[in-house]
DNA sequence: CCCCTTATTGCAACGTGTTGCGATAGAATC
DNA sequence: GATTCTATCGCAACACGTTGCAATAAGGGG
């Protein structure tokens, strides 16, 4: 077996008020504790509902708790990923962008012409998928998917 | 203009002598100098014909000129990049990885199930970026193309 | 309520890249 | 080959993440 730990699915409908509730359990079911800094930590991310670095993650982290360090909210986000609450995907650039399960699964195409960043909802992303399952066999994590490459705009503009 | 640098592209049939005198040529061409280090990182780049982490390409500069330092080797391979000669994608784990651009170009998938990594190929692919094209009007660059999810053997595995 | 086990934390050090700056050294001109 | 201009180099410091270890604290059992 590859995979270290079982990924046990916590999402659904997260209402604010249940969501820690259920993590709670979630984590304790896993003989695994529930600290202030876990707790901390959703909110925060909770609270940057659209996209966020490791590093801006855990500056605010510290804004709330100046004794919180950076190991603590990474490894947080990995349990986080674990439970299937968070996700995160690396930009261009090779950094971390984390942003709640919750948030509509989506891909991300980056523009190396503008710069542009644009998200690739599920219905968009169908056709591409089912491209590369038919071509390698391959499931690919739509979530997880970041392309690089020339924007609509930027094509035509080159061509001009 | 968000393009800093103008990109000239260098390659075409890379015979190991003259590839040497071009890259010369277009670095001074570009008013830049050519140096024994960066003969060196093409070397070495050039000899690890495969994929290499920008780390193990410093280290294996470093074996043949110890006074090498990694700002010079990274610096050197963006400059690589720009004249066209090499290229770099991120890993899963959002390290750098290099390879020569006279390798045929390809994209990366990357199973998390058994950790196993594949090429694909442009034949392999060009169903792929049609759908991309066609779903989002979007140019993907197949060398920055680097997919996860799970391989077919794996898919099976779960269902098992 | 206290004790015990052990998961979690903070720290310190490391790994991988990046950046600013003064010193070095290409290479074009004389 | 000496001079001059400036690109490149090495260094030192930084940014983002990761990891090992000893101290702390969560939370189950007596």
Not at 5 to 19: F, I, N, P
Not at 72 to 83: A, H, N, P
Request: include cysteine; hydrophobic fraction near 35%; glycine fraction near 10%.
């Amino acid at each position: 077996m590859a995979n270290g730990a079982q990924k046990e699915r916590v999402s659904g409908s997260l209402t604010a008020g249940s969501l820690t509730a259920r993590l709670q359990a979630a984590v304790r079911e896993r003989g695994q504790r529930w600290t202030e800094q876990r707790q901390l930590i959703v909110d925060v991310l909770a609270a940057s509902d659209g996209h966020a670095t490791g590093a801006e993650l855990v500056e605010r982290v510290r804004q709330d708790d100046p004794s919180a360090t950076p190991s603590t909210v990474y490894r947080t986000l990995d349990l986080l990923e674990e439970l299937g609450l968070a996700r995160h995907h690396h930009g261009p650039d090779g950094r971390e962008t984390y942003h709640l399960e919750e948030t509509t699964e989506h891909g991300h195409l980056h523009c190396r012409g503008c710069g542009a960043e644009q998200e690739l909802d599920a219905a968009a992303a169908a056709p591409i998928l089912k491209a590369i399952t038919g071509a390698t066999g391959f499931s690919a994590d739509l979530d997880h998917l970041s392309l690089q490459g020339l924007c609509a705009t930027c094509r035509a503009d080159q061509k001009g």
